[in-house]
């Protein structure tokens, strides 16, 4: 138990469906991130809030659309996905400033586009 | 900007082998160095972490050691069992830069009986 929840653990969704990903950290941390993690390639990091503002969209889909109400709250919103989109998306949460501090990893939403 | 870079794998040893998965950084600032773990399944956990040059981090018969000369924080354990199979990721946390960590692209290891 890392402090990090990520609701659902695996999901399986149409192409045409609108789905969302909930993450939740109880941790007192500010800043919260979705990754994606797909078969044989890097972590790749999506979106960074930073108390509750986006500070980071590394050229991620419309298709994707990233939602944090608080900072113990994230969502990822799915629409209209493509079968390449099916991977492990973790959520994490550090606190916010750099330096030796650690982030903290959900389990991760397993994610199958059919 | 900031950059690890790890060893490719997979990794493929036999149960009581030694391990080294190799890792080395560029930084802008003085980074705080980590290595995480992915066991199957499951997300990222902090395996052991190094804040300062020549310390030594450890946990679960795992060792790394800061090297700021060679810029380096390779991963060892002198007896690796089947259960330590996973996925490694080295990582940093630059004091002088983004409190957005930097993850080298991860190591798989694969231990046999």
């Known amino acids: 138990e890392t402090g990090v929840t990520q609701t659902p653990r695996h999901l399986v969704m149409g192409m045409t469906n609108k789905k969302s990903l909930k993450c939740e950290q109880h941790l007192g941390h500010n800043a919260m991130y979705w990754y994606k993690q797909s078969a044989k390639k890097p972590l790749e990091l999506m979106f960074v809030?930073?108390?509750?503002?986006?500070?980071e969209n590394n050229s991620v889909p419309s298709r994707f659309s990233p939602e944090c109400p608080n900072s113990s709250h994230l969502f990822l919103h799915l629409h209209t996905l493509q079968p390449e989109d099916s991977a492990l998306y973790l959520c994490?949460?550090?606190?916010?400033?750099?330096?030796?501090?650690?982030?903290?990893f959900g389990q991760g939403t397993r994610l199958t586009v059919v | 900007g900031d950059s690890v870079t790890q060893m490719e794998g997979p990794v493929t040893l036999s149960e009581e082998a030694f391990l080294t998965i190799n890792c080395t950084y560029t930084?802008?600032?003085?980074?705080?160095l980590f290595w995480y773990v992915q066991y199957p399944g499951e997300g990222l956990q902090l395996l052991l972490k190094a804040t300062k040059a020549d310390d030594k981090g450890s946990n679960k018969g795992f060792e790394a050691t800061y090297r700021k000369e060679t810029t380096s924080f390779h991963l060892e354990k002198g007896s690796v069992q089947v259960s330590d199979s996973a996925v490694y990721f080295c990582?940093?946390?630059?004091?002088?830069?983004?409190?957005?960590?930097?993850f080298g692209r991860g190591t798989s290891l694969i231990v046999h009986p």
């Open positions: 930084a802008t600032g003085y980074p705080s």
């Open positions: 990582a940093l946390s630059d004091e002088g830069g983004s409190y957005i960590p930097t």
């Open positions: 809030y930073n108390f509750k503002e986006q500070t």
């Open positions: 994490a949460s550090s606190p916010n400033r750099a330096g030796n501090t650690e982030a903290f």
